[in-house]
């Protein structure tokens, strides 16, 4: 009767030596459209062999098809964290930080340098289009390839070192990827929360492409869209983690079904989604996801009030109290604190590319770097913020990570404004003005200007404490508070003398986890953006590195690709991690401080105790935000009765 049969697997990933058959259910929500016959009934529409999820084995409860699940974002550019937490992969990370195929149905490495890739017969588009290796051949051959599209090549996920990789296409169910070496961070990249996507929707974009239209109609085309020519137009169309194309086909959970530019944004049920639990229920569970996008400062206040099911985003260990006292209040949500996986809650990051020459003599003096980081008074910023909560210490790995040193954590990051002021006296940096501030070679009163995106108050709160502490070495501090974009964009055009962010996402890496951020490969280390520049166009663009210390980062990172020897890659990422305790390309301040996450009475299978990490873990991507579900109210009743 039905076409399909589902396969159990172990933990949602791992196929079970036995296999057992069952069928797969409607889904109420499409229930109208199958039975008119505008789609096809749900064992239709799952691939011949999908993504069976055994939550029992997973320690999960399995869930009913249903409902809307509230959350907010402080940008209308922000839908992008459907794809996120929707973390559907060709490769991802489950839940104990491990890479499992997902898209595709297994996958096979052969000398480290040849992928090959095995897709799902009978996987679907979100549209009902067959999702084959024709998908893959068109980003490769018509979009990687095309110098009108990407006219600097193949992406970085193609390339190992300057050589780039080759795509092959065997059949319609198959891919292999070749590199010439052995490329070591090809998976992981695949999995990377912000993935490179190496396929696209041939069936829709096609139609925008100038190798399958004619001139007139591409003519026609570009001047009936208003641009410039039918490469803009491609790209603006081909957003496949900007998630604002309702027309883009998609293979996650959820779909756009709104009009961008509204602050209601809908993404309602993918019917052709690969995922369907043991039981036969086709996830995702929650049928539509509204995603409200509101001011920045008003993310706790609305999770107080009850208007969002699932929200971290946005929230700060300093709403803790807010939100704790609405759960007092019979607000329904409970608050988890989970741990953070950033390296560093709060790092500074001097520019060592900064267009000033005289202030960029200054920075690149690693000596200034560790003064700075010396005069911050850590446990004060800890008391007052966190209330005591975080652990203080330079920027480096977590104490989860095998890689963890307390050595680097404390290395130029004890409270001691005498060493420091020693140390820029040793710099010959001994003039003052009668404000007491030290002045530049060229007479200038040292004021470091530190921008800001203006989003997290206890930034600002942290600042304001390091100003008064750098006050006494003879360093003014001025805070600059801007758009995140501007921001971005004046550091990596080297306009901007120092800013300050996040430490590494990934603060719990492995011998595997490649340490490309560690090393200048890309201008988003706010440290050095033009040697990334440099190195991400090949020398186009940026500048070449200049820095003893910051080579040796840069080689150690190749050497790492070159290995596949654990304990030399081990030995690798330890001496990275000692290079910047040494160096303080970036200055930590304090991590592991919690984060709040909301999570409403009636959700179900979110883990109570988690990381909060973007990558790896697409923060609420890795936990499966497909399988959470919307438990009935008599359920609650009698668990709280209990």
């Known amino acids: 009767m039905f076409k399909h049969a589902v396969a159990l697997a172990c933990a949602g990933l791992m196929a079970l030596p036995a296999l057992a058959q069952t069928v797969v259910t409607e889904s109420p929500f499409w229930a109208a459209e199958v039975a008119k016959g505008d789609m096809d009934a749900a064992?239709?529409?799952?691939?011949?062999?999908?993504?069976?999820?055994?939550?029992?084995?997973?320690?999960?409860?399995?869930?009913?098809?249903?409902?809307?699940?509230?959350?907010?974002?402080?940008?209308?550019?922000?839908?992008?964290?459907?794809?996120?937490?929707?973390?559907?992969?060709?490769?991802?990370?489950?839940?104990?930080?491990?890479?499992?195929a997902d898209v595709l149905r297994d996958y096979d490495?052969?000398?480290?340098?040849?992928?090959?890739?095995?897709?799902?017969?009978?996987?679907?588009?979100?549209?009902?289009?067959?999702?084959?290796?024709?998908?893959?051949?068109?980003?490769?051959?018509?979009?990687?390839?095309?110098?009108?599209?990407?006219?600097?090549?193949?992406?970085?996920?193609?390339?190992?070192?300057?050589?780039?990789?080759?795509?092959?296409?065997?059949?319609?169910?198959?891919?292999?990827?070749?590199f010439p070496r052995a490329n070591p961070t090809f998976l992981q990249q695949l999995a990377q929360a912000s993935p490179p996507f190496i396929f696209r929707p041939s069936h829709y974009l096609k139609q925008f492409h100038v190798d399958f239209n004619t001139v007139d109609e591409m003519e026609e085309m570009i001047d009936s869209k208003r641009v410039r020519g039918w490469a803009p137009l491609h790209n603006k169309l081909d957003n496949m983690y900007q998630f604002d194309n309702p027309s883009l086909p998609t293979l996650q959970p959820w779909m756009p079904a709104s009009v961008s530019g509204n602050s209601r944004q809908l993404f309602v049920r993918n019917p052709y989604f690969h995922r369907v639990d043991a039981r036969g229920t086709q996830l995702p569970y929650i049928d539509v996801v509204e995603m409200n996008i509101v001011g920045s400062g008003l993310v706790a206040a609305k999770s107080n009030a009850g208007e969002a099911d699932l929200q971290a985003r946005g929230l700060d260990f300093r709403d803790v109290s807010i939100l704790k006292k609405g759960e007092v209040d019979g607000a329904p949500y409970r608050t988890f604190l989970w741990s953070n996986g950033a390296a560093s809650q709060i790092a500074i990051y001097p520019n060592l590319n900064f267009a000033d020459p005289v202030w960029n003599k200054v920075i690149r003096d690693a000596r200034f770097r560790r003064a700075l980081s010396l005069s911050i008074d850590r446990r004060m910023i800890n008391r007052a913020l966190y209330f005591g909560l975080g652990r203080e210490g330079g920027m480096t790995a977590l104490s989860q990570s095998p890689f963890f040193d307390p050595t680097n954590l404390t290395e130029w990051a004890i409270y001691s404004p005498g060493l420091a002021n020693e140390m820029l006296d040793e710099m010959g940096l001994t003039q003052r003005n009668k404000a007491g501030v030290r002045l530049l070679p060229d007479g200038r009163p040292m004021e470091f200007v530190i921008e800001t995106a203006g989003e997290r108050q206890e930034v600002g709160n942290a600042l304001a404490i390091i100003t008064d502490t750098w006050r006494d070495i003879g360093v003014k501090l001025i805070m600059r508070p801007l758009?995140?974009?501007?921001?971005?964009?004046?550091?990596?055009?080297?306009?901007?003398?120092?800013?300050?962010?996040?430490?590494?996402?990934?603060?719990?890496?492995?011998?595997?986890?490649p340490p490309d951020y560690l090393a200048p490969t890309d201008q988003v280390f706010f440290a050095w953006p033009k040697w990334g520049q440099y190195h991400q166009t090949h020398g186009l663009a940026g500048e070449p590195i200049d820095i003893p210390e910051a080579q040796r980062l840069l080689d150690l990172s190749d050497t790492w690709r070159e290995t596949e020897v654990e304990t030399e890659r081990s030995d690798i990422w330890r001496e990275m991690l000692a290079i910047h305790a040494d160096q303080q390309f970036g200055i930590g301040i304090l991590s592991e401080a919690p984060q709040p996450v909301v999570v409403s009475d009636l959700l179900r299978n979110v883990p109570e105790q988690a990381l909060w990490a973007w990558d790896p873990g697409a923060h609420f991507g890795v936990h499966r935000v497909d399988e959470f579900f919307f438990a009935e109210d008599e359920e609650v009743i009698a668990q709280v009765s209990k």
């Open 483 to 513: 758009d995140r974009d501007i921001l971005r964009n004046r550091v990596f055009s080297g306009v901007t003398m120092a800013a300050v962010w996040f430490g590494w996402d990934n603060g719990i890496p492995q011998a595997f986890t």
């Open 109 to 178: 490495v052969e000398e480290g340098r040849i992928f090959t890739l095995h897709l799902r017969p009978g996987h679907r588009w979100s549209d009902g289009a067959p999702f084959t290796s024709a998908d893959f051949q068109y980003w490769w051959d018509h979009v990687a390839q095309n110098t009108e599209l990407s006219p600097n090549g193949p992406p970085q996920v193609m390339r190992v070192g300057n050589d780039v990789g080759d795509m092959t296409f065997p059949d319609e169910h198959t891919v292999v990827v070749s």
């Open 43 to 100: 064992p239709e529409r799952v691939p011949d062999v999908p993504y069976i999820v055994d939550l029992a084995a997973k320690g999960r409860e399995f869930g009913t098809q249903g409902g809307t699940l509230r959350t907010m974002v402080t940008r209308s550019k922000d839908v992008r964290q459907m794809v996120v937490y929707g973390y559907a992969r060709l490769v991802g990370y489950d839940e104990n930080y491990k890479l499992r």
